[in-house]
T-cell receptor
Framework: SQQGEEDPQALSIQEGENATMNCSYK?????LQWYRQNSGRGLVHLIL?????REKHSGRLRVTLDTSKKSSSLLITASRAADTASYFC??????????FGTGTSLTVIP | KAGVTQTPRYLIKTRGQQVTLSCSPI?????VSWYQQTPGQGLQFLFE???????NKGNFPGRFSGRQFSNSRSEMNVSTLELGDSALYLC??????????????FGQGTRLTVV
């Protein structure tokens, strides 16, 4: 069963705006990763944050992790039409497989 | 460096048949994982292989099986296909086993349609 739940399920914004999506999970983790999936294709790794980290940046992406609340957020700043995709969080604990969330479908309107 | 290659990309099979999907990981990667993605269930973990050994298995019936070869290439097999097996099957490879905090690289997937 999936451990993560993304929120919102769908998000529609104008180009240039910021997009924030959240991920909540149920059990303790070692790492949390965010992936992007363009329609019906493979997943592309965006960023990994370890359980002892609170915030991480990569280009226009900012990820936060709150292990006390068992939640993470992904912020995409200055969004572009090319950011239109589904975004998934994936959690893992030692020795265990990834658990993917349900995904947030982001639409960026030009 | 070549990415993860999955073959075939598209497949149409009839109920009751069996199918074999192939995944070639990135050179040097020893972990290969398989996922089933459907609109209703999202990404569901099937199994993970590391150095030819199955490390973890998801909650799928025994009709779903896999293996990994000494060159790290992996195959998954689904026997006695059912309509509900129609899905996008994704393979991911990584240097270390899942849970070790390494990035997983995904292939483009195999779109299986069962009619």
């Amino acid at each position: 069963s999936q451990q993560g739940e993304e929120d919102p399920q769908a998000l529609s914004i104008q180009e240039g705006e910021n997009a924030t999506m959240n991920c909540s999970y149920k059990t303790s983790i070692n790492n949390l990763q965010w992936y992007r999936q363009n329609s019906g294709r493979g997943l592309v790794h965006l960023i990994l944050i370890r359980s002892n980290e609170r915030e991480k940046h990569s280009g226009r992406l900012r990820v936060t992790l709150d292990t006390s609340k068992k939640s993470s957020s992904l912020l995409i700043t200055a969004s572009r039409a090319a950011d239109t995709a589904s975004y998934f969080c994936a959690t893992d604990a030692a020795g265990n497989q990834f658990y993917f969330g349900t995904g947030t479908s982001l639409t960026v309107i030009p | 460096k070549a990415g993860v290659t999955q073959t075939p990309r598209y497949l149409i099979k009839t109920r009751g048949q069996q199918v074999t999907l192939s995944c070639s990981p990135i050179s040097g990667h020893r972990s290969v994982s398989w996922y089933q993605q459907t609109p209703g269930q999202g990404l569901q973990f099937l199994f993970e292989y590391f150095s030819e050994t199955q490390r973890n298995k998801g909650n799928f019936p025994g009709r779903f099986s896999g293996r990994q070869f000494s060159n790290s290439r992996s195959e998954m097999n689904v026997s006695t296909l059912e309509l509900g097996d129609s899905a996008l099957y994704l393979c991911a490879s990584s240097l270390a086993p899942q849970g070790a905090g390494t990035e997983a690289f995904f292939g483009q997937g195999t779109r299986l349609t069962v009619v």
